[in-house]
């Protein structure tokens, strides 16, 4: 079998990571895959270098994403749609190398990269559902048609991603839920006299790390006293470098800079959880799921999120949900978990919940085995 993956971007976020655990496993059963990425890589190329040693082809466009209106990271539509204009040559290119590979099956990691399969017919398409689409928006209709037309099945993250598909396009939806990097697995928590908790996300609005901030200096006190460190680990995104300023003036402004650590981006967030007791998810759209969940509950992290999803996160058992952008009731919840003993019982409970749902081994063939029927259709495929 040959896939060819489109994705939005190969080196940085939860979708670029989950593409690596499947590409690993797509490698490792002998299945010929090319990633074409439609940004180019911004962090680090250690995961590009990765790939290719697996036998995995990476490829780098120039392209726009689709400018839909996701919950996660609203796309602005006329500036990416002038930016399209002048990049038609990188559409034609990545068609180009599309049809020279003539993959059994098309697999699209977004969304944001289905403008993509308006060029690209003929062959059988599966979409990965990663993010929520936003309800309603004048795009709708024309997705719908993209998603008709051109997707044979989808493929969902979580089950609020597959109601969403089901409901819109009326396309085969199944859903598997991501795997981390690696098998899920207890690490003791850290032998610290302190308390760490760790934040893992860009620093954008929708992260919800001012209202972060402001929580901590709410619960300034109970977190002295408890000996808590917050670190906020995420690189700065060049259109939000504002908002990454003012969370900084608003930690310094509060005082509660020995509290508050801004550690910068890492390459290596899995170690960083390893080294918390706690991880923080304070999402301003109040989706208490993502990478940075699935990695943390697979080595026995308990989780603070904002949202009232209780899919991974089960309150009192896993973690704790406070309702998003609510700073009083996210410096309460930092405040009654600032205790060692409840991280504990909650740590084991979060791993458990991983060995039996976070499964590599069975997602993965899960995942493999949709492409592989999707890819059987070939024959049954009429281009337009």
């Not at 602005?76 to 180009?96: C, D, H, I, Q």
């Not at 893992?200 to 300034?220: D, M, N, Y």
């Not at 109040?286 to 999803?309: H, N």
Request: overall charge positive; glycine content about 6%.
């Amino acid at each position: 079998m040959k896939v060819v993956s489109i994705t939005p971007d190969i080196d940085s976020g939860g979708a670029a990571k989950s593409l690596f655990v499947l590409a690993r496993a797509l490698a490792g059963q002998g299945v010929k895959l090319h990633i074409m990425s439609i940004a180019q890589p911004s962090r680090t190329r250690r995961k590009v270098e990765k790939l290719r040693d697996m036998g995995v082809e990476v490829s780098f466009f120039n392209i726009p994403y689709f400018p839909l209106q996701l919950i996660v990271c609203p796309i602005p539509f006329w500036s990416n749609v002038k930016r399209t204009l002048f990049r038609l040559g990188e559409f034609r290119r990545l068609v180009a190398a599309v049809r020279d590979i003539a993959p059994d099956v098309l697999h699209y990691n977004s969304y944001t990269t289905l403008h993509l399969s308006m060029f690209l017919t003929g062959t059988p398409a599966v979409l990965h559902a990663r993010e929520v689409l936003v309800e309603p928006a004048w795009m709708l209709p024309v997705l719908k048609r993209i998603m008709r037309a051109r997707i044979s099945e989808v493929i969902a993250i979580s089950p609020e991603e597959g109601e969403q598909a089901t409901r819109l396009f009326g396309l085969p939806v199944t859903t598997i839920f991501n795997s981390p990097m690696t098998s899920p697995s207890y690490a003791p928590l850290p032998d610290f006299n302190s308390l760490v908790y760790g934040v893992f996300s860009h620093i954008t609005p929708i992260k919800g790390q001012l209202e972060l901030v402001r929580a901590c200096s709410k619960a300034a006190g109970v977190l002295r006293q408890a000996r808590v460190e917050v670190r906020i680990f995420g690189g700065t995104v060049g259109i939000h470098q504002d908002y990454a300023e003012t969370v900084t003036r608003e930690v310094n402004a509060n005082g509660i800079a020995d509290i508050v650590k801004l550690a910068g981006f890492t390459d290596d967030p899995e170690g960083e959880m390893r080294k918390c007791h706690l991880i923080v998810r304070p999402d301003a759209t109040g989706q208490p799921w993502g990478r940075d969940v699935i990695e943390s509950m697979s080595m026995g992290r308990p989780v603070l999120a904002t949202g009232c999803s209780d899919i991974f996160i089960k309150p009192g058992k896993t973690g704790m949900l406070v309702p998003p952008k609510d700073t009083e009731a996210l410096a309460e919840a930092l405040a009654a978990l600032a205790d060692k003993s409840t991280l504990l019982q909650m740590a084991e409970a979060s791993c458990s919940f991983a060995k039996e749902n976070f499964n590599p081994t069975k997602n993965m063939s899960e995942t493999i085995d949709k492409l592989r029927s999707v890819a059987g259709s070939k024959a049954a495929v009429v281009c337009p």
